[in-house]
């Protein structure tokens, strides 16, 4: 373990970023969850359902496959947190998780287009999500461990943008070589790889064995080089009994922390509403501008890119004006954004009109997209190093336990709130309009947030 250095031990930590980006950036948003909704509008009328019902309705579903994992995640976090903290492990947990995740991705594969199982598509969709969402609880339980309070705004930044490149990097390989289009090439005009059917959709469908190879390959480096200190010896029956007495003992102590519970509460809301905004993002282009899952990929890839260039920026940030500041920021540009989004259809932009064959519709959402990349990352990292300084540091796993609690206790908001919007409606555009509220319970609450927290008593 000595032999190990601190250089090398933040690398292989940073390395999950790169690792676990792809399951975000491929299957959440770009590429399988447009395909997915294109599939299943596809199925739905067939069934005899008018388009823009069908369209609504598999925005729907999307959303409800999105708010069981988000219910799923929210339950046990803090209580596996809580269990980790007491025995002091916590990489058996990641091990665990991770062939969560590597299952759920490759399970993707069976969404053949011929005789679509929704259902069962939806099972390892959420399989795999849980994967990814319990690795980072206990991989950024790891962060306070990697440098000083000042130094970890840093270190949580540049691995943040380095998830971004891999997720830029992941999603060109596959749109180069795999993801074909409605003529069935791929973004350089050729069939994909290995003999992949385009009929088949298998090019597509590949997405996700192809996120679970580079996940397990990807995190080499992170089981090589990270390493914790030995457990407490406790057993796993003491630190269940332990864990669960320790997290109600906290759960009891949140309304006296007022720093924590106003951050925990404006995470819970402000998060929601950006997890929606990826959610949702591309199955909004499929939808409303009737873009293809290849233009969909186009677009990830600049929110990628723009991502990584700014998320490295916001680390800098981060350690000279801390966390809070460039939350607050962040907030206020992704509720620029969300309006104007709203106001992208085929037919105008910005409420202005133009011609049904004008491209600008197309220009302004790829510049969302890329404003979008740059202050999602940016607002993700801050995030965690806020909640480095609002925890306790002897029950961090434990704190990031109730982070994801936070992020997913009302993970069924948007996702509920967009399908119910968009049922009432009847439209995908004004589907979306319940992330501008969010987005701004998220601000107000920040109002209560002490920027290096409380002492813990």
Known sequence: MSSISASKRIKGWMMYDWASQPYHTLILTFIFGPYFAEQLIAHLSATGLDEATARAQAQSIWGAGLTIAGVSIAVLAPILGAIADGTGRRMPWIWIFSACYIVGATGLWIASPTDFPTYTVLA??????????????????????????????????????WGYVGGVLALILMLV?????????TLIGSAPLFGLDPEAREGTRFVGPFVAIWFALSMIPFFLWVREPKGTGMNIGTAVTSGLASLGKTLKSLPSRQSLLAYLMSSMFYR?????????????????????????????ILAALSGAIFTYVGGFQDRKFGPKPVIIFCIIALIIICLSII???????????????????????????VSLGAVGGVIQSASRTMMVRQADPERMTEAFGLFALSGKATSFLAPSLIAAATALTNSQRLGITPLIGLFLIGLILLAWVTPDGEKVK
């Open 343 to 369: 106001s992208i259809t085929r037919e105008s932009v910005l409420l202005i009109s133009v011609s049904s064959d004008s491209s600008l519709p197309d220009i302004a959402f790829y510049v969302c997209g």
């Open 124 to 161: 390892f969709f959420i399989l795999g999500m849980i994967g990814v969402e319990f690795t980072t609880i206990f991989t950024n339980a790891m962060l306070p461990s990697l440098g000083t309070k000042e130094e970890i705004g840093k270190v949580s930044g540049d691995g943040w943008a």
């Open 272 to 300: 929601d509403a950006l997890n929606g905004v990826f959610a949702f993002g591309g199955v909004y282009a499929l939808g409303v501008l009737q873009w293809s899952v290849v233009s969909v990929g186009v677009f990830g």
């Open 177 to 185: 070589f795999f993801a074909e289009n409605a003529t069935g090439v």
